[in-house]
């Protein structure tokens, strides 16, 4: 697999987000890249986003995104996922979510994510 191979950027990515570098993760994204969510239907920067990537770390000890499916799609991959964590309580949290990701000359430029908020609301306690 190239670099520029979406499944070798879908590894990539992932090990980003599983170690909380939110600069690896920023190094991945193209500079302009968009990223969307289900729940708000906004668009969200690659800043954003890597500040939600250090907040979720800071919530939830043990992250980890446990891959149910990772396929290549045209021009990206789709990922489902269910990303889990022990929140301070000590009880287990699960979040399951779906990523549609484009991704051009080895970098996402585009990523849907969609999840269901109310899996979410244990991280704002």
């Known amino acids: 697999m190239s670099s520029t191979d979406p499944m070798a950027v879908a590894h990539r990515f992932l090990d980003a987000l599983n170690a909380g570098d939110a600069d690896a993760l920023t190094a991945i994204y193209a500079e302009d890249a968009r990223i969307w969510h289900n729940f708000d239907r906004q668009y969200q920067s690659v800043s954003d986003n890597a500040r939600s990537l250090k907040w979720m770390h800071r919530k939830l000890n043990n992250l980890s995104y446990d891959v149910k499916r990772l396929e290549p799609i045209e021009g990206g ?44 609301a244990p991280l704002q306690a």
């Open 77 to 120: 991959y789709l990922q489902q996922h269910v990303l889990r964590g022990t929140l301070a309580s000590g009880e287990d949290f699960a979040l399951d979510a779906l990523a549609i990701v484009q991704v051009e000359n080895g970098r996402i430029v585009s990523l849907e994510e969609y999840l269901d908020l109310a899996q979410a």
